[in-house]
C-alpha cells in the first residue's frame, strides 16, 4: 500500500513537472516561430523592396550618345613645410563604370621617384593612389596620366512617371539622411516647408526644390564652402558648385528621395579642373545626374546673347533648364568620386568631408589649396588632348 502511493505520489508531481517543463517550452517555441516568421516577413519584404528597385532602375537606363576621347595629363604642385617628418598625398583615381572607360594610368614623381600605394576607401569604394614620402625636401609634383572615354547620358526623366516611394531598402541608408549642418541656417526648416508645400506628389516637391537654389543662389567661387555645405547657401544665397548641389541634395533627402554629391575632372585645360554635380535616385529611373550651378551659369550667359532677339535668347535659356530637370551628364566631366564624409585608406590624422582633386597633410596637418610656391600649400594644373578623327562623337565605349 505504501508502494503504491508512492507510486501514485511520484506519478503526480513527475506528470505535474512535465506539464510545466512543456507549457515552458511550447511558449519558447511558439516565441521563437514568431520571431522568426517576423524576421523572415521583414526580410522579405526588404528583398522585394530591393527587388522592384533593382528592376525598376534597370529599366530605364540613360541614353548614352556622343562619346568623347581624351588623354589626360593631370599634375599636383606641393610644398610641405620645412621639416616635415612625413607628408602624405592621396589622389582620387577615376573609375571605369559603362558610363566611361579609364585607361593606360601612369604615375610619376618630380623630383625624385616615388611609388604610389593603392587603396579603396568601404564608404563608397571610392580609389586613391597613396603616397607616403619621410622627410620630403623641398617642392614635389605628381604626375597622373591617362586615356578616358565618356558618353554623353540623357535620362529623359518624366516626373510624372517617378514613384512616390515610401519606403527604401537598407542599402540606401547612406543616402537619406539630410546635411545636419543644414540646421544652422535659421530659415531651414520653413523653405523645406515651402518647397514640400507645392504638391503632395514628391517628384512636383523635387522639381521645386531645383527652382529654389536656381532662384536664390548666386554663383560666387570666392565666398564659397568648398564642402558642399547646404547651410552656406542658405545663409548667404552665394557659392560655388558644391555648395548648389549639397543644398538640392539635402531638400531631396527631406523630400523623400536618396541623393549623394559627385566629384569629377572637367576635360578642359585649366589650373583647377575639378566640378562638383548632384545625384539623385529618381525610381523608375535610378540615380539621375544633375548639375544646377552649370545651368544656371549658361543659361545667364545665353539670356544675355547679342547676337540673339529676345525670344530666341528666352527659349535657349528656357531649354537649358529644361535639359537639366530631365536628367543630363555631358561627355566633358570625368567622374572621380561619389558621397562625402568617407574615412581614407590608410586613414587620415583628421576627418575629411570631401576631396575635390588631392587630399595632402604634412606630419598630421591638412595642407591648403594655394600658391604651390608658398610652405604648405598644393595647386593642380592639366592639359586635356581629344582624341580621334571626330571628337567627342564616337560610337561606342572602349571595351563595349
Not at 616615388?114 to 609634383?141: C, K, M, V
Request: charged share 25%.
Amino acid at each position: 500500500m505504501c508502494i503504491s502511493v508512492k507510486i501514485r505520489q511520484s506519478y503526480r508531481i513527475c506528470f505535474r513537472d512535465f506539464s510545466m517543463m512543456f507549457f515552458k517550452y511550447l511558449v519558447g517555441f511558439v516565441f521563437v516561430v514568431g520571431s522568426f516568421v517576423s524576421l523572415t516577413s521583414n526580410l522579405m519584404a526588404g528583398e522585394e523592396d530591393e527587388r522592384k528597385v533593382r528592376q525598376t532602375a534597370a529599366e530605364a537606363d540613360p541614353a548614352r550618345t556622343a562619346i568623347a576621347k581624351f588623354k589626360v595629363d593631370f599634375r599636383v604642385a606641393l610644398k610641405a613645410p620645412a621639416k616635415t617628418k612625413q607628408l602624405r598625398v592621396w589622389v582620387p583615381l577615376s573609375p571605369s563604370t559603362k558610363n566611361q572607360m579609364v585607361w593606360d594610368r601612369k604615375f610619376h614623381t618630380f623630383p625624385r621617384e616615388h611609388q604610389p600605394q593603392f587603396t579603396r576607401e568601404p564608404t563608397f569604394g571610392n580609389e586613391f593612389a597613396y603616397f607616403e614620402i619621410d622627410s620630403p625636401d623641398g617642392p614635389l609634383e605628381i604626375r597622373h596620366t591617362f586615356t578616358a572615354e565618356i558618353a554623353q547620358l540623357d535620362w529623359g526623366v518624366d516626373y510624372s512617371k517617378v514613384a512616390n516611394t515610401a519606403s527604401w531598402p537598407k542599402s540606401f541608408d547612406l543616402f537619406q539622411t539630410p546635411d545636419v549642418r543644414s540646421e544652422r541656417a535659421k530659415n531651414y526648416t520653413e523653405i523645406v516647408e515651402q518647397i514640400q508645400s507645392v504638391s503632395d506628389a514628391k517628384s512636383k516637391q523635387f522639381m521645386k526644390a531645383i527652382e529654389w537654389v536656381d532662384e536664390n543662389l548666386t554663383y560666387d567661387s570666392t565666398n564659397a564652402s568648398l564642402t558642399a555645405d547646404p547651410a552656406h547657401g542658405l545663409i548667404h544665397r552665394r557659392g560655388h558648385c558644391s555648395d548648389y548641389h549639397g543644398l538640392c541634395g539635402t531638400f531631396a533627402r527631406e523630400i523623400g528621395y536618396p541623393s549623394r554629391v559627385l566629384y569629377g575632372l572637367q576635360m578642359f585645360d585649366k589650373g583647377s579642373p575639378s566640378h562638383c554635380k548632384l545625384e539623385v535616385f529618381m525610381p523608375p529611373y535610378g540615380w539621375v545626374t544633375y548639375d544646377l550651378s552649370e545651368t544656371q551659369k549658361l543659361a545667364i550667359k545665353l539670356s544675355k546673347d547679342d547676337k540673339l532677339l529676345p525670344e530666341q535668347r528666352k527659349k535657349n535659356a528656357d531649354f537649358i533648364r529644361q535639359r537639366t530637370l530631365n536628367g543630363f551628364r555631358e561627355n566633358t566631366w570625368l567622374l572621380v568620386t561619389r558621397g562625402e564624409n568617407y574615412p581614407l585608406m590608410p586613414a587620415a590624422s583628421s576627418a575629411v568631408s570631401i576631396i575635390r582633386t588631392i587630399y595632402a597633410e604634412a606630419d598630421g596637418i591638412p595642407l591648403k589649396e594655394g600658391a604651390a610656391a608658398q610652405e604648405g600649400t598644393w595647386l593642380t594644373m592639366q592639359r586635356v588632348h581629344e582624341l580621334g578623327d571626330n571628337s567627342r562623337r564616337f560610337t561606342a565605349l572602349k571595351n563595349q
